[in-house]
């Protein structure tokens, strides 16, 4: 079962921030929290990672809840590229463990011009 | 350019057909996986490998076998494909396995089962 949840879908229209929530209650003080993107017909791919403090990047940021039981992806400015599946995942590391990762369905972004 | 390449990008084929797709990567990458992402059930992980002859079972395991016996490619293996197995395919690699490690992923591999 994904350790992981993401409401099903959220609209956001252009070229303002959109703010993607996700829960992980049963989150482990080893576990990261990573964020990736799916665009139409093409593989996912990472926007970014975190493990306890906000982190930033050029294509977004992370906010992490300072119990880490959630934490929120933030695009500061969506244009319609932006529209797509965003997954939240939890990531071990390996040396406490296996290293499967659980995806989960993921937040349909929509854009609206 | 650093990616991750799958062949072929579609195939569609018969129930029992042993087929192999390949995944190599170009980026000294330690860890590969696997993944199949169907309507409603999001991407599950299939395989995984830590290392050159290291590797470990995911979420979906059931009907798939892998290999690694070099860093770079990974390849999938359907030694009798069943129409269940109609997905489209992932494969991903990172330069670690472990928590800190962001994923490259492949553009996708479409199988169809008859």
């Known amino acids: 079962d994904a350790k992981t949840t993401q409401p099903n879908s959220m609209e956001s229209n252009e070229e303002e921030p959109v703010h993607l929530p996700c829960n992980h209650s049963?989150?482990?003080?080893?576990?990261?929290i990573h964020w990736y993107r799916q665009l139409p017909s093409q593989g996912p791919e990472y926007v970014i990672h975190?493990?306890?403090s906000n982190v930033n990047n050029r294509m977004a940021s992370l906010a992490i809840a300072e119990d880490r039981k959630s934490s929120t992806l933030i695009l500061h400015r969506a244009t319609l590229r932006d529209a797509a599946v965003y997954y939240c995942i939890l990531r071990d590391d390996y040396e406490h463990g296996d290293d499967k990762i659980i995806f989960g369905k993921g937040t349909r972004l929509h854009i609206l011009p | 350019e650093a990616q991750v390449t799958q062949n072929p990008r579609y195939l569609i084929t018969v129930t029992g057909k042993k087929l192999t797709v390949t995944c190599s990567q170009n980026m000294n990458h330690e860890y590969m996986s696997w993944y199949r992402q169907d309507p409603g059930l999001g991407l599950r992980q299939i395989y995984y490998?830590?290392?050159?002859?290291?590797?470990d079972k995911g979420d979906v395991p059931e009907g798939y076998k892998v290999s690694r016996k070099e860093k770079r490619n990974f390849p999938l293996i359907l030694e009798s494909p069943s129409p269940n197995q109609t997905s489209l395919y992932f494969c991903?690699?990172?330069?670690?396995?472990?928590?800190?490690?962001?994923?490259?992923f492949g553009d996708g591999t479409r199988l169809s089962i008859l």
């Open positions: 991903a690699s990172s330069l670690r396995g472990g928590a800190g490690q962001p994923q490259h």
């Open positions: 490998s830590m290392n050159v002859e290291v590797t």
């Open positions: 049963t989150i482990s003080g080893t576990d990261y």
């Open positions: 975190g493990l306890t």
